[in-house]
């Protein structure tokens, strides 16, 4: 009797580069929901009145709570990164001039498109915030 060869299929994302920066990829977006999770957590507070949302700010300046903002903020930067980096594959040509952009082109519009609506909403933030 013969016995069926069975692939192990421990770790197979490890052996290969690709799949290794893929799972990083999908992985930042667990720190996607925990931010989003503070957020909810912050209006919810905001809901609740004024001393409420005062302690919920008094306990997100806390040294371990910048702490686990500045590794969000570093997820978010790989996230937004390798989100960009995938869109000229997820994305039909785009053709300017009779020619077809570069995938490298198509990846700096688009980060410069996304920072450029970050910094406009910074800029609405703080006016509405004076």
Do not use: N
Request: net charge positive; no cysteine.
């Amino acid at each position: 009797m013969k016995r069926t060869y069975v692939r192990s299929m421990d770790g197979w994302w490890r052996r290969d580069p690709f799949f290794l920066h893929y799972m990083a990829r999908e992985a930042t977006a667990v720190f996607v929901v925990i931010y989003a999770a503070i957020l909810l957590v912050t209006l919810a507070r905001l809901a609740q009145g004024e001393a409420s949302f005062g302690r919920w700010i008094a306990m997100l300046r806390s040294p371990a709570s910048i702490v686990v903002h500045s590794v969000l903020f570093a997820a978010f930067l790989y996230h937004t990164w390798t989100w960009f980096r995938i869109m000229p594959k997820t994305m039909p040509p785009i053709v300017v001039a009779d020619r077809r952009l570069a995938p490298w082109q198509i990846t700096a519009l688009g980060l410069a498109a996304s920072g450029a609506a970050s910094a406009a909403l910074l800029a609405a933030v703080v006016a509405l915030a004076t």
